[in-house]
């Protein structure tokens, strides 16, 4: 059974880029799309887009400007990173397989941007 | 984009009774596209149902969803005390979009 783990700072200034990423253990990132969600304090889920593990990509219309997913598959992981950050950012950021239905989820980050 | 609308936003009940939990789309969810999740405080959401009727992996048979285009429901038919949480609809299609939750606490 795959677990999924984010790792990253947990404060980010503003204007600043915002680096996450998440390791698959217990199976291999090969063969399957991996997913980036967050969830700002008291809101609903939001999509940030998508990776296949060959590397094709997806993104959310509204975020696609600023994200990049990227893969690597000899580590097993695949990372996030959100360029000029503000405080409508804050949120915490999950981890998860699949690319629409997502079954298996990090425990998810917390990470704030403020000065 | 899909805008999903959860109703209602709290739904208080007793152990025991039927869980029914709405979820309406902007335009119609493509082939089925429908999932519906379970979120406890403090933890990462849980797939239930996907495509619309299918349960997941180790979900219990009390939960079911239902319904087509615009219209979707997810029904829990006996409530159990770890059955209180926050319940999220989700379209995955192009560009998939989460409904505002819908609370099932205890009356």
């Known amino acids: 059974q795959e677990q999924l783990q984010e790792s990253g700072p947990g404060l980010v200034k503003p204007s600043e880029t915002l680096s996450l990423t998440c390791t698959v253990s217990?199976?291999?990132?090969?063969?399957?799309?991996w997913s980036w969600i967050r969830q700002p304090p008291g809101k609903r889920l939001e999509w940030i887009g998508y990776?296949?593990?060959?590397?094709?990509?997806n993104y959310n219309p509204s975020l696609k400007s600023r994200v990049t997913i990227s893969v690597d598959t000899s580590k097993n992981l695949f990372s996030l990173i959100l360029s000029s950050v503000t405080a409508a950012d804050t949120a915490v950021y999950y981890c998860?397989?699949?690319?629409?239905?997502?079954?298996?989820w990090g425990q998810g980050t917390l990470v704030t941007v403020s000065s | 984009e899909i805008v999903l609308t959860q109703s209602p936003g709290t739904l208080s009940l007793s152990p025991g009774e039927r869980a029914t939990l709405s979820c309406r789309a902007s335009?119609?969810?493509?082939?089925?596209?429908l999932a519906w999740y379970q979120q406890k405080p403090g933890q990462a959401p849980r797939l239930l149902i996907y495509?619309?009727?299918s349960r997941a992996t180790g979900i219990p048979d009390r939960f079911s969803g239902s319904g087509s285009g615009t219209d979707f429901t997810l029904t829990i038919s006996r409530l159990e005390p770890e059955d209180f949480a926050v319940y999220y609809c989700?379209?995955?299609?192009?560009?998939?979009?989460f409904g505002q939750g819908t609370k099932v606490e205890i009356k």
């Open positions: 998860a397989r699949g690319p629409g239905r997502l079954d298996y």
């Open positions: 217990g199976g291999s990132i090969s063969s399957y799309y």
């Open positions: 990776i296949h593990y060959s590397g094709s990509t």
């Open positions: 335009q119609s969810v493509s082939r089925s596209y």
């Open positions: 495509g619309v009727s």
């Open positions: 989700q379209q995955y299609g192009t560009s998939p979009t």
